[in-house]
């Protein structure tokens, strides 16, 4: 018969009942507890030891340990004073604490303020943004998130207002190119950002022909460089009031082997006279030819189908090329023969 009794073993209080236990009573090592019960029967100290504590950095704070009873064969692996069964972190011997001295930050384009100081965790800085990771809401974005804008002038509502520079929140995406980033921009889907006036159109001469403009809602504040009263926003000529028109005076030509009279009319002020023949490019049909598909030849008679033809002297068509070698030119050659 044994009357239990609560001792310590392994740093840690157990407690054994009273009762009859088999076997004979002895206990080597006098600890009060029978060495058929007693799982260190020549340790009287059952493998327990005191630590008498300390103050400790563990995850970034100081903690205060008191003195304890603990295993006496748990040692002290990283050599921080605590012995490893009642160490958090056995293998570090700065347990999860790092020095930072903080600093001054952007995140979410806001600037944060982060003081020197112990923190928890082991330093690590991921993306290299200069804020540890276990402070770093953005461990893997060096920007944490954070645009910078120029700012500048911008017409908003149809007034031009200055915008100073400045963080912002998010990726620099700017929808509709104002310049302005989205998350800032009123209007981010509008390049004029509300800015519109009506106009009633009208019809005007461009490159000398009529266009018709529809009476609507344009972007962008009025203006007409050139005074042609075409707003700048539709003009393609902006800076020209007779958009690339000029009057042609007309006149007769020898096109095609025969004197055409052309009208006066407008045309394009760019298009030139690539031929010197003084019609202008866009309007003659042989832009490039001087002569117009035109050729004199002196006529005479000639023998076909075993009659005399008389060809007179005058313009023909064509550039006065003989491919039959008949001595009648092409171009008169192919009348006769539609004659025939």
């Not at 009357?3 to 209080?13: A, M, Y």
């Not at 069964?85 to 979410?108: A, E, K, R, S």
């Not at 009319?265 to 298009?271: C, G, V």
């Amino acid at each position: 018969m044994w009357q239990g009794g609560t001792f310590l073993i392994d740093g840690v209080s157990v407690t054994f009942a009273g009762g009859m236990y088999n076997g004979d009573w002895s206990d080597r090592d006098n600890d009060g507890i029978p060495d058929s019960l007693d799982p260190y029967p020549d340790d009287p100290n059952n493998n327990s030891a005191w630590w008498a504590g300390g103050m400790f950095m563990i995850d970034g704070i100081t903690v205060t340990a008191g003195g304890q009873y603990h295993r006496a064969n748990a040692g002290d692996a990283d050599s921080d004073g605590i012995p490893d069964d009642l160490d958090p972190y056995p293998n570090d011997p700065t347990n999860n604490t790092f020095w930072w001295n903080g600093g001054v930050f952007v995140i979410d384009g806001r600037q944060i303020t982060f003081v020197p100081n112990y923190y928890a965790g082991n330093g690590a800085d991921s993306d290299g943004d200069g804020i540890p990771d276990s402070l770093d809401p953005y461990a893997h974005d060096s920007t944490n998130d954070s645009s910078w804008w120029n700012g500048g002038w911008f017409l908003l509502n149809g007034e031009y207002s200055f915008y100073p520079g400045q963080y912002y929140a998010g990726p620099p995406i700017d929808s509709d190119g104002d310049g302005i980033p989205d998350v800032l921009d009123p209007y981010p889907h509008d390049p004029w950002n509300n800015t519109h006036f009506h106009w009633n159109g009208g019809t005007f001469l461009i490159n000398g022909n009529p266009v018709t403009f529809p009476a609507a809602n344009y972007n962008g504040l009025w203006s007409d460089r050139d005074g042609d009263g075409i707003p700048d926003v539709a003009d393609p000529y902006p800076d020209d009031m007779n958009n690339n028109t000029v009057w042609w005076g007309g006149g007769t030509f020898l096109i095609d082997g025969a004197y055409v009279s052309m009208m006066g009319q407008y045309h394009r002020a760019n298009s030139g006279d690539a031929d010197n023949d003084g019609i202008p490019d866009d309007l003659d049909p042989y832009p490039g030819d001087a002569s117009n598909n035109s050729f004199w030849w002196q006529g005479g008679t000639f023998t076909i189908n075993n009659n005399n033809v008389w060809f007179p002297s005058q313009y023909y068509r064509g550039n006065g090329g003989d491919g039959d070698g008949d001595g009648i030119p092409d171009g008169a050659d192919s009348v006769s023969k539609r004659c025939q």
